[in-house]
């Protein structure tokens, strides 16, 4: 078995979270505030769009209205988990990028104000505290 093959996914899960770190640190060393900036413009960018977008559509509209560049396009890694995990946007399939050799890319949709204010409303169940004797 090569070593390659005997990676585990919590490994391999692992080293894509290290670089997503290490890009996202690299962008804000050339310039501060990068991935807020980022972020900010992917919530608007999202907001507007009508159909689901690549990352790299929203990073040429986005560098193309005077979003800083960053210095490994990889940065943009940690702007789209974050905008995940605060449900600006899902995941809505895949598609063909020309800018990979017609390598499948993710695409994304923005998650409504309605959809997310029925995601922040889940009803939660609360554990019984027991009571205090008296």
């Known amino acids: ?3 390659a093959s005997s990676n585990t996914y919590a490994e391999a899960r692992s080293r ?3 670089g997503i770190v290490r890009s996202t640190l690299g962008a804000e060393r050339k310039h501060e505030g990068w991935a807020d900036e980022a972020f900010a413009a992917l919530c608007v960018y999202a907001a507007r769009r009508r ?7 929203f990073r040429l ?3 193309r209205d005077g979003l800083t560049p960053p210095p490994d396009g990889r940065a943009y890694g940690g702007v789209v988990v ?3 995990r605060h449900q600006v946007v899902k995941h809505a399939g895949w598609a063909l990028a020309s800018s990979s050799n017609l390598s499948p890319k993710s695409t994304y949709a923005s998650v409504s104000v309605k959809q997310r204010s029925l995601v922040l409303r ?3 169940t609360k554990k019984k505290r027991a009571g205090k004797p008296s």
């Open 16 to 18: 894509r979270e290290v």
């Open 51 to 57: 159909r689901p977008f690549t990352i790299e559509e």
């Open 122 to 124: 889940r009803p939660t």
């Open 82 to 84: 974050r905008a995940l």
């Open 1 to 3: 078995m090569s070593p």
């Open 61 to 63: 509209d986005a560098e």
